[in-house]
């Protein structure tokens, strides 16, 4: 057998070689993995060696042997049908897809053109054979994966539409169908531009995320295709006519070529955002609403979320921080800087009612002071708690701060009035008898200083001397400026700590604390005479009168102002019994 190559062309040595073995060996050196020559009968009267290496037989056993026995059964069949319609020379080639065993018992695919020459001096049946198996395994996989792909694609409720390099669409899913109203037999195959064209001639109105008009130009899968570029969350507003407008999120970007350098194609999904963006427009609404009426409120208002943060910081609790209008406090942690509580103390950090509200502290009428940068103190009353949502979480905290630096003004001087007199500001005898009961609480209380210097109470009650006089011949308001004078000057003779009252009329009382006993208590009594003899300068008038003072001091177990109030005006009396008589004796009267 001789060689030619790699077909065999002779079966005896020295045999001539046929003129047309030399075009089985271009035959051999064809591109296909292998070649073989079929009789009309279907054996196999040549084969290349490269059969060895496609089916596993040697080329020498494939001869001899009908072809189809290597085939599956269609493959049999579509041999025997080809070479039978070689044989009625119904055609000359055709293309054949065979399914082979190999020697080793493996299924491989194969694709077969067989040309017919059985014309011709070869008188026989040229295939040529090639491996596809691993092709077709491979587009099989592509396949499948396209199908999963479709199968995600169609599941997503997001609507996505696939143009190609020319901006025509290959492939819209059923979400973006139901979204838009566009069966797929209608999208598909048509440029995107043209669609998007016909729907402005026919009413439908695209507008961007402000509401202004977009053209065709402007869609983000035309876009990217033409730039490359990638767009994320372009809102786009669809009106068609009689209905509300859809409201459309699209993210888009291109679909590059093997090399990466030039789109191939663009993909955009799109999501339906109507209900959420009605949503956020209704929220951000009420949020406006809600401002309004927090920034309307008397009452300062302040809110946190879990972090500790502020949240709302309304005008009142601007104006109550003296903060200006143009200072946000959002975002910030609160700050004690400028809280003291009632009494004046600091207030420590983890002291500060938003925080203890965070903490789960229930805060309800807190007095606090807040110190504005300017200065001005406001007293406040704080309500607070913590806020919790539907499973107990935390989401903050609220408080509530009231100014009640005038209502608390109101109420002291409400106090005042009901302990104070009403014409000169001094103490009236509620007071009086507080303070009075207090003094000798604190005598009772001391420890004593030796004999002459344990710890005494002294009650002055004076009157003044024919005060009835200018009240007869300058009339009750003068006599009323000249009482108010007689306090300031009692006020200012006597210690900050001591009491000055007034019964009413023209009576006063000087409540004192003494150590040296009567002589201490003399000196006072003396001191208050002198000074209101003093003259009184009311108007362009001078007037000088004259007061008698009664002192007593109060025993160590003398437990009753009243008492010891009666003991003081006894005491006057007798002065003032003992000035008259002195002045009638002066005067020649009796004694």
């Not at 440029?191 to 961007?208: E, F, K, Y």
């Not at 207090?438 to 710890?455: I, Q, Y």
């Not at 000087?510 to 000196?523: I, P, S, T, Y």
């Not at 160590?556 to 009666?566: F, G, R």
Request: hydrophobic share 40%; charged share 30%.
């Amino acid at each position: 057998m001789t060689e030619v190559g790699g077909l065999v062309v002779g079966r005896e040595s020295g045999e001539a070689v046929p003129a047309w073995a030399e075009r089985f060996e271009a035959l051999a050196r064809h591109v296909f993995d292998a070649t073989i020559v079929v009789e009309e009968d279907g054996t196999v009267s040549e084969a290349s060696e490269s059969v060895t290496a496609l089916l596993g037989y040697e080329a020498a056993e494939a001869v001899g042997h009908k072809f189809e026995r290597a085939l599956d059964g269609d493959g049999a069949v579509a041999m025997r049908t080809c070479i039978e319609e070689f044989a009625a020379r119904r055609r000359l080639t055709t293309a054949l897809a065979l399914r082979a065993r190999r020697f080793d018992g493996e299924w491989i695919d194969m694709e077969a053109v067989a040309a017919n020459h059985l014309d011709d001096p070869i008188a026989r049946i040229v295939v040529h054979l090639r491996d596809v198996t691993e092709h077709r395994r491979a587009a099989e996989r592509v396949r499948e994966a396209e199908r999963r792909h479709a199968v995600i694609i169609d599941s997503l409720v997001d609507g996505v539409m696939m143009v190609n390099a020319r901006g025509v669409i290959v492939r819209v899913n059923p979400a973006f169908e139901s979204m838009f109203g566009a069966p797929a037999d209608v999208m598909v195959g048509r440029r995107l531009a043209d669609i998007l064209a016909m729907s402005d001639t026919r009413g439908m109105v695209t507008v961007d995320g402000d509401g202004r008009p977009v053209t065709g130009s402007d869609h983000p899968l035309l876009k990217s295709l033409a730039t490359g570029e990638r767009f994320a969350g372009v809102v786009h507003g669809i009106t068609r006519r009689t209905q509300p407008t859809v409201w459309i999120r699209i993210n888009s970007q291109a679909i590059f070529d093997r090399a990466g350098d030039t789109p191939a194609g663009a993909v955009a999904t799109f999501s339906d955002i109507t209900e959420g963006r009605n949503a956020a427009i209704e929220l951000r609404k009420e949020e406006r609403f809600v401002q309004t009426m927090l920034d309307n409120v008397d009452e300062g208002i302040v809110a946190c979320d879990a972090d500790g943060r502020i949240t709302i910081f309304n005008q009142a609790a601007k104006r109550l921080h003296g903060l200006r209008d143009d200072v946000d406090p959002i975002g910030r942690i609160p700050s004690p800087e400028g809280l003291r509580l009632a009494d004046g103390t600091p207030l420590p950090p983890d002291e500060n009612p938003l925080t203890r509200a965070i903490c789960g502290d229930r805060i309800r009428d807190l007095e606090i002071v807040i110190t504005a940068r300017s200065g001005a103190e406001r007293l406040v009353t704080v309500n607070g708690q913590k806020l919790l949502g539907d499973d107990d979480r935390t989401l903050g905290a609220v408080v509530v701060l009231r100014d009640v630096t005038e209502q608390k003004r109101h109420q002291e001087r409400l106090a005042d009035l009901a302990l104070r007199d009403p014409l000169t500001g001094l103490a009236n005898r509620i007071l009086l008898g507080e303070r009075m009961a207090d003094a000798l609480a604190r005598a009772a209380d001391a420890v004593p200083e030796g004999p002459d210097g344990d710890p005494r109470v002294a009650v002055f009650l004076l009157d003044l001397d024919d005060f009835k006089q200018i009240n007869d011949a300058w009339g009750h308001d003068v006599g009323d400026e000249v009482l108010v004078a007689v306090g300031r000057r009692l006020q200012g003779i006597v210690r900050p700590s001591d009491t000055v009252a007034r019964l009413g009329g023209d009576e006063f009382v000087v409540v004192c604390d003494v150590g040296a006993g009567e002589e201490e208590r003399d000196r006072i009594g003396a001191r208050i005479a002198a000074a209101l003899a003093e003259p009184y300068r009311i108007g362009r008038r001078t007037f000088e009168v004259a007061a008698s003072v009664g002192g007593v001091l109060a025993d160590p177990d003398d437990e009753d102002p009243s008492k010891l109030l009666c003991r003081a005006d006894d005491a006057m009396y007798r002065v003032k019994w003992d000035r008259r008589r002195a002045r009638h004796s002066r005067f020649g009267g009796p004694r």
